[in-house]
């Protein structure tokens, strides 16, 4: 098990960036995938991103490719997600989680989560 903490979040206008944090505890970070999801008001969550465990690789949704950037530190056992070009449509409660090894786009696989950070775009 591994707790995980998102920061970063906030307001932004249409166009700019913001870059959020995954912080996790635990001392075998490296052995987990994790994967953002989001989930905007009266919607499902949807996958967003994901990186592996060892190989480091990466998966992005077709809505943020281009645009949205994971990468980890596993010295510092944080997951990053750098979103450049943000849309109103991106405006959502952004949600890290983590599982074993392999990423995947399916929430339902993946074992903790954190408590979600609010990312608001405004056009």
């Known amino acids: 098990q591994v707790q995980l903490v998102e920061s970063g979040g906030g307001l932004v206008q249409a166009g700019g960036s913001l870059r959020l944090s995954c912080a996790a505890s635990g001392r075998t970070f490296s052995s987990y995938a994790v994967g953002w999801f989001r989930q905007a008001p009266g919607k499902e969550r949807e996958f967003v991103t994901a990186?592996?465990?060892?190989?480091?690789?990466?998966y992005y949704a077709d809505s943020v490719k281009g645009r949205f950037t994971i990468s980890r530190d596993n010295a510092k056992n944080t997951v990053y997600l750098q979103m450049n070009s943000l849309k109103p449509e991106d405006t959502a409660v952004y949600y890290c989680a983590a599982r074993s090894l392999h990423a995947s786009r399916r929430s339902e696989e993946y074992d903790d989560w954190g408590q979600g950070t609010q990312v608001t775009v405004s056009s």
């Open positions: 990186i592996s465990a060892i190989s480091g690789s990466t």
